[in-house]
């Protein structure tokens, strides 16, 4: 069972990136996802979270609230996180969770996690 973040790197401000969590050994199906973030020197904190594939309800930390997008591939058993119009205070290291009842801004709610991913918005 694992979860395996990826798709980070070094952007100009203004611009994009899509983070991928895939799964492996388990089905995404049943699980609500989370994206987290952890800043330097800050803690981690909620970005974004999409319910399991029967509902599909998705939910966004203000701050992100139109630039961000999650998506789900439940083909590719795989959750997106479309990054448009990037600033430089999304810097940070970016995390996938699982939570098996549905979305929460609360980390102590999700089970596994991927390894993270660095974005860096500099330019």
């Known amino acids: 069972v694992q979860l395996q973040a990826s798709g980070g790197g070094l952007v100009q401000p203004g611009g994009s990136l899509r983070l991928s969590c895939a799964a492996s050994g388990f089905t995404l199906d049943y699980y609500a996802i989370g994206w987290f973030r952890q800043a330097p020197g800050k803690k981690r904190e909620g970005v974004s979270c999409i319910t399991m594939v029967s509902d599909g309800n998705t939910y966004y930390k203000d701050s992100v609230k139109g630039r961000f997008t999650i998506s789900r591939d439940d083909a590719k058993n795989t959750v997106y996180l479309q990054m448009n119009s990037l600033k430089p205070e999304d810097t940070a290291v970016y995390y996938c969770?699982?939570?098996?009842?549905?979305?929460?801004?609360?980390?102590?709610?999700?089970?596994?996690w991927g390894q993270g991913t660095l974005v860096t918005v500099s330019s």
């Open positions: 969770a699982t939570q098996p009842i549905g979305c929460s801004w609360y980390e102590g709610d999700f089970r596994s």
